[in-house]
């Protein structure tokens, strides 16, 4: 099984499964019912013994809570991430109103979770079927996140730093990725012991992609977000907290990665 293969089968998968639609169950209102939430997903390939991974470790990275790709599966060869940018409708309906998100955007965010799960598992059959073990981390029973670890805000596996190693993107100031599709969407990751040909990253530091123009910090309704001090976990946090009180069980914001250079491309690079 070729790279090529693996994203020719996810595409057509994310283009055609009715979890990329919502369902007039789900939907909040009747005319969100066959709202689409992603557009083609992008791919990158890394090796799963990439020093990177060992980094992640380090107290400030992440933590020595963090497992890396062969404690997952100690056959892993390659990590396979993805990055799913969300349409249009999504977005731009999450500019409306600062100070909450929009229906839209928690559809984004809850049914494209589920999304991000399903064609997770959809990759990693695909694998599995042609012979290969392979291991979704944040779907296995092993996961832990928030107050399960004694790091907070942290998890055992962090889709953005595998996005980082893979090459698809850097992080920005409001610590939401970068790619070249932007970063108004969301990533996935699937660990496998199938070896395939890895991508070079385009980019040496970790806010390359970034232009620190600011414009996420302002847009930001609880001001977690400052140029000097990058993002502080807790408000942003107990704002999220907020918006599932009152519209459980969805949640979400997103104000920072709409309305910015950065939501649907890679903005000019800092000089």
């Known amino acids: 099984m070729t790279r090529e293969e ?10 055609n ?16 019912a066959g709202m689409k939430i992603f557009e083609e997903p992008m791919f990158g390939f890394c090796a799963a013994d990439d020093d990177m991974f060992k980094e992640l470790k380090t107290p400030g990275v992440i933590s020595d809570e963090h497992m890396g790709p062969e404690e997952w599966l100690p056959s892993a060869k390659t990590v396979i991430s993805f990055f799913l940018p969300l349409t249009e409708r999504i977005r731009s309906s999450n500019t409306a109103d600062k100070a909450w998100p929009s229906e839209e955007w928690m559809h984004g965010r809850i049914e494209g979770q589920q999304f991000v799960n399903e064609l997770s598992l959809y990759v990693a059959k695909l694998l ?9 981390p944040f779907l296995d029973e092993r996961f832990k996140m928030g107050k399960a670890l004694k790091t907070p805000f942290t998890s055992n596996w962090s889709e953005r730093h595998a996005a980082y190693i893979s ?9 939401c990725m970068i790619t070249v599709k932007g970063t108004a969407g969301r990533f996935g ?3 496998t012991e199938l070896e395939l040909p890895r991508d070079t990253r385009p980019y040496t530091d970790i806010y390359e992609y970034c232009s620190m123009c600011g414009a996420c910090a302002a847009l930001c309704p609880v001001d977690c977000i400052t140029l000097e001090n990058g993002k502080v976990d807790k408000p942003c946090f107990d704002f999220l907290e907020d918006v599932l009180a009152a519209h459980k069980p969805r949640y979400g914001c997103g104000k920072c990665q709409v309305k910015v250079s950065c939501e649907t491309k890679r903005p000019e690079k800092r000089k």
Do not use: M, Q, R
Request: charged share 15%.
């Open 17 to 32: 499964s009715p979890a990329n639609y919502i369902s007039p169950e789900a939907a909040l209102k009747p005319e969100y």
């Open 6 to 15: 693996i994203i020719a089968s996810a595409v057509s998968f994310t283009e």
């Open 128 to 136: 599995t079927d042609a012979g290969y073990k392979s291991v979704v």
């Open 189 to 191: 990751s699937v660990v």
């Open 167 to 175: 090459g698809l993107g850097t992080f920005g100031l409001s610590k």
